[in-house]
C-alpha cells in the first residue's frame, strides 16, 4: 500500500530536524571553541551527536554518519 504523509506531520519533521541540526551545529562550535581550534571537524560533530543524543540513537547516528563520510572521502 501507498504511505504518504501530511503537510502538518512534514511541518512538524521539518522543525524537529531544524531544531536537532541546530543543537548539534551550536554543540559542535562549543567544543571547537574549547579546543581553540578555529574550525568544526568530524570529529567536533561525532562529540556533539554523543553529548545532544541519547544512547542508541547516538551510536547509530555515529555509524551512519561515519558510513557516509567514509562513502563521501572514497567517491
Known amino acids: 500500500p501507498d504511505i504518504g504523509i501530511s503537510s502538518k506531520a512534514m511541518g512538524i519533521m521539518n522543525s524537529f530536524i531544524n531544531d536537532i541540526f541546530e543543537k548539534l551545529a551550536q554543540e559542535s562550535s562549543k567544543l571547537a571553541r574549547y579546543?581553540?581550534?578555529?574550525?568544526i571537524t568530524s570529529r567536533e560533530i561525532q562529540t556533539a551527536v554523543r553529548l545532544v543524543l541519547p544512547g542508541e540513537l547516538a551510536k547509530h547516528a555515529v555509524s551512519e554518519g561515519t558510513k557516509a563520510v567514509t562513502k563521501f572521502t572514497s567517491s
Request: a positive charge; zero cysteines.
Open 35 to 39: 579546543n581553540k581550534k578555529p574550525t
